[in-house]
């Protein structure tokens, strides 16, 4: 899949971009038990039909001090953030549309993480944002969950990521 200048700027602008309010998911926890794609190295998207979802993972850190601040983020490089987001072709133009995504997160170790994921509109922009303590060299797995609005079923991802903190 390859993605237009556009599209890469929009999605840097929507990791970027944090805004206060939205919906709480995190009274939802459990994802799925089935058989997840798992997105390569360099990956961060995965189509399912006219959905693709995106997925990235940076430290805070990374956040404009300004940005972080006014959304009360804590700045730091141990603690990861999640972005998940989906979008919708609609007549050929990719289209962010609100749904549910959990996601469970959990060191090669097998420890489970805390995350929490919050819902967050921005504009057109729909996102999904968790932020997750994280060890120097430590390796997060990230097992999502994400269903459209209006749909039943989930498209089940797999995303893993090493942070380092030093």
Known sequence: ???????LLSLSLIIILFIAGGCDQSGKT????G???????????????DYTIHVNALTTDQLP??????????RSKSKAMLNVVIMKSIDGVDT?????????TR????QVKDLKIQEI????????????????????VFDIDATPANESTPYLLRYQQQFFTE
């Open 1 to 7: 899949m390859t993605s237009s200048p556009k599209k």
């Open 30 to 33: 459990a994802v799925s038990s």
């Open 35 to 49: 058989e997840r794609i798992v997105l390569g190295q360099h990956e961060h998207a995965k189509t399912f039909g």
């Open 65 to 74: 001090s300004d940005v972080a601040k006014t959304y009360k983020i804590q």
């Open 96 to 104: 962010p549309v609100t749904g549910t995504v959990l996601a469970l």
């Open 107 to 110: 060191n090669l170790a097998s």
């Open 121 to 140: 509109k921005s504009g057109d922009a729909i996102y999904y944002i968790g932020t997750v303590n994280v060890a120097n060299a430590e390796t997060l």
